[in-house]
């Protein structure tokens, strides 16, 4: 689809303004796209920079989760008049540029669009289910797949760790032509969260 075009995903439809600036999310060469490697955070409250064409790529569900209600009052819509920005919402993507064209897997994170959590290993550490999107650019088109892939957050009294503590990390598998997820929380790895995301939608498995 042109990325000046309409683009439906599960019957919402995101406005493909954004789809060319998206393009920019992996602008290099990945040369090992093999390598395992911790994947990106992007504040979406008030997206700036990279995190524009992350929060365009979401644009339909952080008006929805924007509509809806405050944590603390279930049923009592935002007051738009005070909801600035898009509260809590955040994501992680990791790109893969293959020169002829650029996939990006990004998983989003709102009060009220992840469906569901993990037990976690830590205190303060939540493992949440959230909304994933694979999007692919190549020769000025655009495509998505809608899925759902595990979001690792932590909390304001989660313990002080070193970097390799709590990270996911994502690699690109040749063989089968899929992104590799691996979520480890407090060093330990995080079985259930273990994916295989395929970049075509018939191999895709979970």
Same mark, same amino acid.
């Given at each position: ?19 060319c ?17 911790? &994947? @990106?955070? *992007?504040? /979406?409250?008030? !997206? ?5 064409? $992350?929060? +365009?790529?979401?644009?339909d ?22 909801a ?18 650029? &996939? @990006?897997? *990004?998983? /989003?994170?709102? !009060? ?5 959590? $993990?037990? +976690?290993?830590?205190?303060?550490i ?35 760790e070193?970097s390799?503590?709590? &990270? ?6 040749? !063989? ?31």
């Amino acid at each position: 689809m042109s990325c000046r075009g309409l683009l439906r995903t599960g019957g919402a439809a995101i406005v493909l303004a954004g789809c060319c600036a998206a393009a920019t999310m992996a602008q290099t060469y990945t040369a090992d796209p093999g390598t395992w490697r911790p &994947v @990106a955070y *992007s504040d /979406l409250t008030f !997206p700036r920079g990279e995190a524009e064409s $992350y929060a +365009s790529l979401w644009q339909d569900r952080l008006d929805e989760s924007n509509k809806k209600a405050e944590p603390g009052n279930p049923g009592v819509p935002l007051n738009t008049s005070i909801a600035v920005g898009n509260r809590g919402a955040s994501e992680w993507h990791f790109s893969i540029n293959f020169q002829t064209k650029v &996939v @990006a897997l *990004s998983v /989003l994170s709102t !009060p009220h669009l992840c469906t569901d959590e $993990y037990p +976690s290993p830590t205190k303060d550490i939540r493992i949440k289910i959230c909304p994933s999107r694979l999007a692919t650019f190549e020769n000025n088109s655009y495509s998505v797949i809608d899925g759902a892939a595990c979001f690792v957050e932590k909390e304001s009294g989660a313990p002080v760790e070193d970097s390799t503590a709590t &990270v996911t990390y994502a690699a690109y598998d040749i !063989p089968t032509r899929a992104i590799r997820l691996r979520y480890i929380v407090s060093h330990q790895e995080i079985d259930h969260c273990a994916q295989s995301v395929a970049l075509h939608p018939e191999n895709a498995t979970r």
